[in-house]
């Protein structure tokens, strides 16, 4: 479906959520721009803050530190309704810039929830970003799974809009 915004036409991409396995869940999107803004747009706190946090949820992204190197960390910070705060966090494994990312997530067993590798792949000046996560176990996957796919679509709705202002900014 196209959209008009202003002059330009702009493609609305969808968001596709897959469970692959039992312990295994794969998002893909496409985005229209190039790999190294994706990239940077999904490893910049600066820029992180302006689209992790779905915001119909009522929760915000209050702090975000990335070191973007192997052995480095990440950790978000969300506030959500009535102050809660929680914090998801984990390693990077490997970096390869603007093509993949491998990062555990470790909020919830000090071995890690999950192993992520995410792709960025750009054709045409569009990036596909393909988000594989690896649980480990069946239990982790179906407690993460359940609920998150309207704001994983949320989320990547908001990095959308961030990209078209960051595309036009820079080209």
């Known amino acids: 479906m196209d959209v008009e915004n202003g ?26 721009a190039p790999a190294r803004i994706v990239f940077d747009a999904w490893t910049k706190p600066e820029l992180v803050m ?9 929760m915000k992204l209050v702090a975000c530190e990335i070191d973007l190197r ?15 705060q929680f914090a998801a966090f984990g390693t990077y494994k490997e970096v390869e ?7 555990t997530d ?5 071995d890690g929830q999950a192993v ?9 000046g569009k990036t596909t970003v393909i988000m594989h996560q690896l649980f480990a176990s069946k239990e982790l996957l179906d407690e993460e799974i359940s609920g998150m796919e309207a704001g994983t679509r949320e989320q990547f709705e908001q990095l959308e809009v961030l990209l ?3 595309t036009k900014s820079s080209g």
């Not at 470790?106 to 000090?110: A, D, F, M, S, V």
């Open 106 to 110: 470790e909020e919830q067993t000090p």
């Open 164 to 166: 078209a202002t960051t």
């Open 7 to 32: 002059n330009e036409i702009v493609t609305k991409n969808q968001t596709n959520i897959e469970r692959r396995s039992d312990r295994e869940m794969v998002v893909t999107r496409t985005f229209n």
């Open 70 to 84: 192997v052995g480095g960390k990440y950790r978000y910070e969300f506030r959500g309704e009535g102050e809660k």
């Open 116 to 124: 992520t590798t995410t792709t960025f792949t750009e054709k045409a």
């Open 97 to 103: 810039r603007p093509t993949r990312i491998v990062s």
């Open 50 to 58: 302006r689209w992790w946090a779905p915001r119909s949820t009522g």
